[in-house]
Nanobody
Framework: QVQLVESGGGLVQAGGSLRLSCAAS????????MGWYRQAPGNERELVAY???????FYADSVKGRFTISRLSGDNMMYLQMNDLKPEDTAVYLC?????????????WGQGTQVTVSS
């Protein structure tokens, strides 16, 4: 089992930056991919970015050029640097981990951290 805990959310003005962190514990040696999703009220959960152990990285079109996901290979920490934030980025951001590289991570989930961007 893998436990995930997010931190770093908060309230920021449009154009500002936040850095989210996700700490993994438990059976982390089997983690092959880690990523971030977000969910705004009334919306479906959206994949924001993920990175897998083979080096591949994915970003949703809506965040390309503004968000950067990082994780050192085998490290238990993952980060999401979010720059030039927009009100539409407001959501609960959830960390996820998976044991395969062939699909986005979705096996283990954190509780989420709220990001609110004011206009």
């Amino acid at each position: 089992q893998v436990q995930l805990v997010e931190s770093g959310g908060g309230l920021v003005q449009a154009g500002g930056s936040l850095r989210l962190s996700c700490a993994a514990s438990g059976t982390i040696f089997g983690i092959a991919s880690m990523g971030w999703y977000r969910q705004a009220p009334g919306n479906e959960r959206e994949l924001v970015a993920y990175k897998h152990s083979g080096g591949g990285t994915f970003y949703a079109d809506s965040v390309k050029g503004r968000f950067t996901i990082s994780r050192l290979s085998g490290d238990n920490m993952m980060y999401l640097q979010m720059n030039d934030l927009k009100p539409e980025d407001t959501a609960v951001y959830l960390c996820s981990a998976g044991m395969v590289t062939t699909r986005p991570p979705n096996e283990f989930w954190g509780q989420g951290t709220q990001v609110t961007v004011s206009s």
